[in-house]
């Protein structure tokens, strides 16, 4: 079964906007961490962030993870045509990797 | 370059063929994935190893086999006993709990 459930499923913004998706999972993790994969391409890792952490930037990205609410956001701020991709998230444990469904995020410029 | 490197880009099985997919990687990681992804349904795992000789089902793995006889090496076989195999596969590597490096993924098709 899929651990991570991403929210929306999709998502539509104008260039220089701010993007927000949101993760959910069910069961306890090591650490939990985001993708982005352009279409009929492999993955690329963008963050992770560890169980005992509250919040990390890189970039333009900021991700915050709340263990007691089992959720995960990923925010892109001042958003770019170049930043349309589908964004998973995947949570550590148990020695896997699972991961959600996605967020299809479109960026017009 | 160090990487992970999937091969090939595309593949076409005949009804009843095995076919097998390969990844290899250079950045000495200990853990290996496979993937399966359709439209719409995000990352399914297949199988996966954290060691050599070692290898884990995931939750898709009815029709698949995979093996680790070498750190590098990730072979994943597509037996005959998969009845919908037409996918995109994704192989990946990590060292564990830590961030997974991706193959650019093989496109398998059934004619």
């Known amino acids: 079964s899929q651990q991570g459930e991403e929210d929306p499923q999709a998502l539509s913004i104008q260039e220089g906007e701010n993007a927000t998706m949101n993760c959910s999972y069910k069961?306890?993790?090591?650490?939990l961490q985001w993708y982005r994969q352009n279409s009929g391409r492999g993955l690329v890792h963008l963050i992770l962030i560890r169980s005992n952490e509250r919040e990390k930037h890189s970039g333009r990205l900021r991700v915050t993870l709340d263990t007691s609410k089992k959720s995960s956001s990923l925010l892109i701020t001042a958003s770019r045509a170049a930043d349309t991709a589908s964004y998973f998230c995947a949570t550590s444990g148990y020695s896997t990797l699972t991961f959600g469904k996605g967020t299809m995020l479109l960026v017009s410029p | 370059d160090g990487g992970i490197t999937q091969s090939p880009k595309y593949l076409f099985r005949k009804e009843g063929q095995n076919v097998t997919l390969s990844c290899e990687q250079n950045l000495n990681h200990d853990a290996m994935y496979w993937y399966r992804q359709d439209p719409g349904q995000g990352l399914r795992l297949i199988y996966y190893s954290q060691i050599v000789n070692d290898f884990q089902k995931g939750d898709i793995a009815e029709g698949y086999s995979v093996s680790r006889e070498k750190k590098e090496s990730f072979p994943l076989t597509v037996t005959s006993a998969q009845k919908n195999p037409t996918a995109f596969y994704l192989c990946?590597?990590?060292?564990?709990?830590?961030?997974?490096?991706f193959g650019q993924g093989t496109r398998l098709t059934v004619v």
């Open positions: 069961t306890s993790i090591n650490n």
């Open positions: 990946a590597s990590s060292r564990v709990e830590r961030e997974a490096f």
